[in-house]
């Protein structure tokens, strides 16, 4: 099976077997200069991502479809014999290096910001990559993912909101962009659960051209529709940052007033920096645009600590509690935190420590088998000083079989002194129990939502209005309070409900807030002169959990109706 090949290809360059490396039963690695799992790599070739730099060496005739899982084991995915990169130009750079990558024959720059761009390079066009001036790193594009885990109009007070009159109101129809991973089916509820075909208006920005990849993106835009039907509604399919920087900006051409993004990506710098969805969006408020997204399902998921500890000295960290969500199972200290999978289970891990834009701090993201010690994926460019600092997995039914794995992190070189935070996939443990051994739910909120001109939207459920337990906490790593606000999920949908299953997740519960701004907009334009309607639901919306706003509840949850 290509997979298992993939794993393989995961442990090319390791400089001997684990069983050699590890010192006696324990886990712990003798000390030594470097790291012992991996070889050492001139820092010009550094640019290139490991993956990349694999495919610069295959020869004609591979076998296409080993090298295509291989790289979608390390974050990259293709589109025909062509795979999408992530382009991080020096400053300054960004129009010469886009002038330059024309150039390499097959290469199709597909968006390009001053912070990143995003190309498809022909596999075996990749090595060119490097020998162009000012870039400073050519790794996987950030995926953005859909926010689900799997009644709720009332409870926010949109009904009355409904029975008002067409008085204040605007006379057009509200423009409601929605952007997502896929609008699946959605062309069979027009006109029922969405306005009509004539005012469903849609554009795809995914390379892979698959509109259809998934019905999330239906059920949310049902969920805005369930507050008002009259709306022009902008479906915009994406599946990386760049693309939604793209899609952003197009929604804001288009004059939509609202923005609704049950996605967002683990990989992000918490404090609003270094990717163009987020000057898309600053560029989106400027324009009097308010953007909700999903603040993500990752509070079982997430472990952060405020620095790298590694009281023995051997390189691997320690990890620690903040919030013991389970107590005893293994003392704080460990350099294992684990997890159960089942084989054939997919798996998404990110490593990301608070040094951006670059690092040379260099640290490595390993996960081991729990039974047999040995490593079943590896992460660990090198960092030296012109990276982001990121180390990423993502195994697609790699899993080998159903058991326990642990994660270790590793620091090759740098100092330590900045916080260290690690992401599991939230799918893995079904949104109600702890992911892995040490989880914390600080600062778990994701991206895009963690920006400064994003309102991000935790999730209530729905009829108990107690935080659904996924539900991303703030504050952001700069310290900014987050979710603003919160809203109900674990609703119900056409779209699932023909599946049997409700809508959860805080991806359900962000088009409730943009339902009440849409249907707000529509009644009552006029009624809040000088504060804009999120300032007015940030006022309505229900104290919850501690007294106040709080990283949790941000605001309270949204309510419509005055206080
Ligand atoms: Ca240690
Ligand atoms: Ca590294
Ligand atoms: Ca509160």
Known sequence: MAGRSGMRFGLIGWACGLSLCLAGGG???????????????????????????????VPRGADLRRLQAEGRARGFRWVDSGVLVRILPAPGQKDAVVQALVQVPGVRVTNAYPTAIEALVPYDRVGALASIPGIRQVTHPRWLRPMVV???????????????????????????????????????????????????????????????????????????????????????????????????????????????????????????????????????????IVSFFAAGNEALSHWYAPDFADPDRDGWLNFQTLIPFVPGLLPDGSELNCFRAQRGHDLTLALLWYDWPATARDYGLYVFDALSLQPIAVADEP????????????????????????????????????????????????????CFTYVVPEFSIIGPADGRNVIAVGG??????????????????????????????????????????????????????????????RKAFSVFPGTTVYEVLKARSRDLGPPGPDPMYGAGRLFMLPP
């Open 460 to 521: 209530t459920v729905w009829n108990t209005d107690v935080l659904a337990p996924y539900s991303s906490w703030g504050p952001t790593l700069d310290g900014r309070l987050k979710p603003d606000i919160t809203a109900p999920t674990h609703v119900s949908t056409r779209t699932y409900g023909d599946q049997g299953f409700v809508f959860a997740g805080t991806s359900a519960a962000t088009p409730h807030a943009t339902g009440a701004v849409a249907l707000m907009r």
């Open 383 to 434: 960092q030296t000083g012109t990276q982001e600092p990121v180390e990423y997995i993502e195994l697609t039914g790699l899993i080998p079989r159903d058991g326990t794995y642990c994660v270790a992190i590793r620091r090759n070189q740098g100092a330590g002194g900045v916080p260290v935070e690690l992401f599991i996939d939230s799918d893995l443990c079904g949104g109600r129990t702890p």
């Open 150 to 288: 799997s009644e709720g109009l009332s409870v926010v007070g949109a009904v009355r909101w409904q029975q008002l009159p067409q008085i204040l109101g605007m006379t057009q129809p509200v423009r409601v962009g929605v952007v997502d991973i896929g609008f699946k089916g959605y062309q069979g509820l027009t006109g029922t659960e969405l306005p009509p075909t004539g005012r469903v208006h849609t554009r795809n920005f995914r390379q892979d051209r698959d509109f259809e990849s998934t019905e999330h993106g239906t059920a949310v835009a049902e969920i805005v529709i369930d507050f008002t039907s009259d709306v022009e509604l902008y479906l915009a399919a994406v599946s990386t940052a760049g693309e939604l920087a793209q899609a952003v900006d197009w929604l804001r051409q288009q004059g939509v007033q609202v923005i609704n993004g049950s996605i967002g990506t683990i990989v992000r710098a918490g404090n609003g920096c270094c990717s163009p969805e987020y000057d898309e969006l600053d560029r989106a408020a400027r324009a009097g």
């Open 27 to 57: 886990f712990s690695v003798a000390p030594s200069p470097g790291n012992p799992l991996r070889t050492a790599l001139p820092a010009e070739e550094a640019v290139l991502h490991s993956y990349l730099r694999a495919l610069t060496r």
